[in-house]
């Protein structure tokens, strides 16, 4: 190998490399999303398919009598056929072996050597036994049946009901199996249903449009607060500005739960309970948005206001016009941390609305809701599921721009 393909293969190698880890790292972390989309198109039965399959599988259905019935696919005589079932005609047959095949301690796990509807098999009143792993005698029946035109002497494995299926084209052609265990006949379709369900029946549709209203209202609240706040311990000067600042900042230190109980006293003095209101208005102003704001508009040069100052510029139309713009990738970054706060916030709501008063529910209380009522399909949980997060999914990817961008410029000077 030359020198020169010996250097190219050093530096293509290891960024192969590198792409082959984070794609398969990016499918680990992309696999649980996408099961829980596909499995919101699902139907109830086939979530409980084992094996578990990724895309969404429906019944493939023929008119039979009048009727839109699933269809099975067999092998009858070596040819492939697509059938139905025949409903009520069920038929007992018997599982036939050869002595030296029989399983003793679990007959139906025997080697079966044919099966026939039991009265085309003829008792011979015999038996034999076979003893078990215990050492135990087991006994078996003896019957003559008939297999391709000869007579033969087999034992008795066991009995079982089978469903009857015809050639729906050709109903001369029939045959027998288990219609739970049979082979149905399934193409991939989405069931868009599920999600009429959720925004109808379950009512999650009120539920999406009050998360989005506090949401909304919360994200609005904390960006005004947090610029108005931020220019105010950032640019203007009085007295105790930086002691009122640390303060301020200090109370992001104190707990949640030693504010549930005072806060929840003053929403019931103020008339607030149980309404959406409680859920935005405590929540439009946050320390930290502000510390974030602050220090950004910090690192914007004082050269710039001092100017903007001179021309007659007031305060407000500087803030406006010359800092806000500036500031976009941090104003994104908090109005992205202010949404996904909002958006999957739990304990608040369930404190001050309660499960009981499903009109000013937030998705949040919705899911436990649903996940009880329908806990047997996991189909419609997993819709709702879908539906709570994939707003944020989509506010994150078009505002990364913006929020990749914050990251890097707090990493220059």
């Keep these: 190998m030359t020198p020169k393909k010996q250097s190219t293969l050093r530096i293509w190698l290891p960024r192969l490399l590198a792409y082959v880890l984070l794609s398969a790292f990016a499918f680990i972390m992309l696999f649980p999303f996408t099961y829980m989309l596909m499995t919101s198109f699902k139907d109830s039965t086939d979530v409980f398919t ?9 019944p493939v259905t023929i008119d039979f ?4 019935v699933p269809k099975y696919e067999f092998v ?15 038929v007992n047959f018997g599982f036939f072996t050869t002595v030296d095949k029989l399983n003793a301690d679990a007959p139906r796990d025997s080697v079966i050597a044919v099966q026939l509807p039991i009265d085309s098999a003829v008792e011979t009143g015999q038996q034999v036994t076979v003893k078990d792993a215990a050492g135990a005698d087991k006994a078996f029946d003896l019957y003559t049946v008939t297999v391709d035109g000869v007579e033969q002497e087999l034992a008795l494995a066991y009995r079982g009901a089978l469903d009857k299926f015809i050639d729906p084209s050709d109903p001369a052609v029939f045959t027998y199996a288990v219609a739970r265990t049979a082979k149905a006949s399934e193409s991939v379709e989405f069931q868009t249903e599920n999600y ?8 999650l549709n009120r539920a999406l ?13 904390q960006l005004v607060t947090s610029i108005f706040g ?3 311990f950032s640019r203007i000067p009085f007295r105790g500005r930086d002691t009122l600042f640390l303060v301020y900042l200090g109370s992001i230190m104190i707990p949640f739960v030693v504010l549930i109980i005072p806060m929840y006293r003053l929403m019931v003095v103020i008339g607030w309970e149980n309404r959406i209101v409680s859920l935005i208005v405590p929540w439009i102003f946050t320390a930290y948005g502000t510390f974030l ?9 004082k050269d710039i206001e001092e100017a903007a100052l001179m021309d007659g510029a007031s305060r407000l139309r500087i803030l406006w016009t010359i800092f806000v713009p500036l500031s976009r990738p941090a104003i994104a970054t908090l109005a992205i941390f202010s949404f996904l706060y909002a958006w999957n916030s739990f304990l608040w709501p369930l404190l001050i609305i309660g499960e009981g008063n499903t009109t000013n529910h937030v998705l949040t209380l919705s899911m436990i809701r649903l996940s009880n009522a329908f806990a047997d399909q996991p189909n419609l949980v997993l819709t709702g599921a879908a539906v709570a997060i994939l707003p944020p ?8 721009r913006y929020f990749v961008e914050g990251i890097a410029n707090t990493g220059l000077k």
């Excluded at 009598?65 to 839109?68: A, E, H, I, L, R």
């Excluded at 009429?196 to 009512?203: C, Q």
């Design 293 to 301: 704001i602050r220090q950004f508009f910090i690192t914007i040069p």
């Design 196 to 203: 009429t369900r959720a925004f109808g029946e379950l009512n």
């Design 50 to 58: 084992s094996p578990p399959r990724l895309l969404p599988y429906s």
């Design 393 to 400: 999914i989509i506010v994150f990817i078009l505002a990364q």
């Design 230 to 232: 931020g220019y105010a």
């Design 76 to 90: 009858v005589d070596g040819v492939q056929r697509s059938m139905v079932l025949v409903e009520g005609e069920r």
């Design 209 to 221: 449009i009050n998360t989005t209203i506090v949401t909304l209202g919360v994200v609005a609240g």
């Design 65 to 68: 009598d009048g009727q839109s």
